[in-house]
């Protein structure tokens, strides 16, 4: 019996899988997450039913902090400590975010880099331990993501060529 249930509640969570990749790529938003390598299906389905209208966003640091990745110092007075996180935002939204870097880290090299850098630290900022520098790479892609939402485009590694005039 346990071993039916267990093949019916798999069945049933593919039924699922497939229902919220099909509701993500009909979203015109789920289009431009997907098109950065490393974010899935399922991660950008939560992200999006977690954060709602990116339009109730005016600036990505207020995404930032409805998803408790805002960074603060609990000390007070002229003692300096270690920041944190606040953690009062959405938890799930939290924790997919903290997922979605890990992938990102795994498969992007931008990503990647940028992690390896906070790893070992530049002559004004310390060496982050591999936690922090995750969390790093959480408030990047958060950023990121608002962006491509805003300006409703496609993720593209290479950066755009400037065409502008150059100041001498």
Do not use: W
């Amino acid at each position: 019996m346990i071993l039916d249930d267990l093949d019916y509640h798999g069945k049933q969570l593919k039924v699922l899988e497939g229902e919220i990749a099909r509701l993500v790529q009909d979203t015109e938003l789920g289009e431009y997450l997907l098109s950065i390598k490393g974010i899935g299906v399922i991660t950008a389905g939560i992200f999006l039913g977690e954060v709602g209208d990116p339009a109730n966003f005016r600036r990505a640091k207020e995404m930032i902090s409805y998803s408790g990745l805002d960074p603060y110092e609990s000390e007070p007075g002229l003692v300096f400590g270690r920041r944190r996180i606040s953690k009062e935002g959405r938890v799930l939204l939290r924790a997919t975010l903290y997922r979605m870097a890990v992938s990102m880290v795994n498969h992007n090299e931008a990503m990647r880099g940028y992690y390896e850098r906070k790893l070992k630290g530049s002559k004004k900022d310390r060496a982050l331990h591999k936690t922090e520098a995750l969390c790093a790479v959480a408030i990047k892609l958060v950023k990121l993501l608002f962006a491509l939402m805003r300006d409703k485009r496609m993720y593209q590694l290479e950066v755009p060529e400037y065409r502008g005039t150059k100041v001498a």
